[in-house]
């Protein structure tokens, strides 16, 4: 799409340009199942939270590309089309080593899932807010560079959390993890026992 807009190769029909479309949004696709499957191997009893983060970041990242587009090139289409194709696939190769089944606690899960759900909820009305004023009010190019990197700075945070995940796991004796299905087990196996020893 970017090399028919810049003129790089001759300007396809509407059907093509609609396929190369189709392709574009179904790009990243196997690694989005693959950040499923592996948030709900991690996160077994909070699996709906960590796919819920997820799918709220994807929702606000537009917002967050735009911002990108804004301070670095604006008023060019053909670079924001071209921001569009490198950027997520940039982040999806570099992150990809990290996307894999680790082994964590179910009562410290909750506090590190907790802690980005709150970034999210910070996050996502940070962006509503200079969306709003720039629309208004109109920014100038100094003010767009520092909310960028204010945004920047928000985006880095999860590396804090999750460091701090990787810390309290090493610092803290390997024990079972508490699992509410665990409990349940435990509950149900009790009362196949009780059962049998009455009859």
């Not at 700075?153 to 803290?172: C, F, G, Q, T, Y």
Request: hydrophobic share 50%; charged share 15%.
């Amino acid at each position: 799409m970017w090399a028919s807009v810049t003129g790089l190769i001759k300007q396809p029909p509407v059907p093509v340009m609609c396929l190369f479309m189709l392709i574009a949004s179904q790009s990243l696709t196997f690694l989005n199942t693959a950040n499923v499957v592996s948030s709900l191997e991690n996160f077994a009893d909070y699996g709906g939270t960590a796919v819920g983060i997820m799918k709220g970041s994807v929702g606000v990242s537009g917002a967050m590309l735009i911002q990108l587009y804004e301070t670095i090139c604006p008023g060019d289409p053909k670079t924001f089309i071209l921001l569009l194709a490198i950027v997520p696939s940039l982040l999806s190769v570099l992150v990809m080593p990290l996307v894999r089944i680790y082994e964590t606690s179910t009562v410290d899960e909750k506090k590190h899932l907790d802690g980005l759900s709150a970034l999210s909820l910070v996050i996502a009305p940070y962006l509503m807010i200079i969306i709003i004023l720039k629309s208004t009010f109109g920014l100038p190019s100094w003010a767009n560079t520092v909310t960028l990197a204010i945004l920047l700075v928000l985006l880095s945070s999860p590396l804090v959390i999750a460091i701090r995940a990787h810390r309290d796991n090493i610092e803290k004796p390997s024990s079972p993890a508490y699992s509410p299905l665990l409990d349940n087990l435990e509950v149900l196996c009790f009362c196949k026992k009780f059962f049998q020893a009455k009859l």
